[in-house]
């Protein structure tokens, strides 16, 4: 069993800026790809951000291209996403996800366990 637990959330205001963290339970850490989603108030979970295993490769979403930097320390069990220039529509529940082998890194379901969310909110 793989537990995430994220942190980091909180409240900015816009143009601020956040780090986000989720540190993984497990050995097997490294051996995924790992995702940060979002989900806003009525909305679907989407995409946001992911890395793979050994951090050489990182995918966005357009909308915060230029502004969310995801990384992880394999060391430590742990990925971040550095959040700045926020703005009042990124606010939203983030959680981390590990991804399963194989399938698309932007696809909700194919994630396997998911973190329990942290809430950012940003103010204008």
């Known amino acids: 069993q793989v537990q995430l637990v994220e942190s980091g959330g909180g409240l900015v205001q816009a143009g601020g800026s956040l780090r986000l963290s989720c540190v993984a339970s497990?050995?097997?850490?490294?051996?995924?790809?790992m995702g940060w989603f979002r989900q806003a108030p009525g909305k679907e979970r989407e995409f946001v951000a992911a890395v793979s295993w050994n951090g050489g490769s990182t995918y966005y979403a357009d909308s915060v291209k230029g502004r969310f930097t995801i990384s992880r320390d394999n060391a430590k069990n742990t990925v971040y996403l550095q959040m700045n220039s926020l703005k009042p529509e990124d606010t939203a529940v983030y959680y981390c996800?590990?991804?399963?082998?194989?399938?698309?890194?932007?696809?909700?379901?194919?994630?396997?366990?998911w973190g329990q969310g942290t809430q950012v909110t940003v103010s204008s």
């Open positions: 996800a590990r991804k399963t082998m194989g399938g698309r890194y932007s696809v909700v379901n194919e994630y396997d366990y």
């Open positions: 497990g050995r097997t850490f490294s051996r995924y790809m």
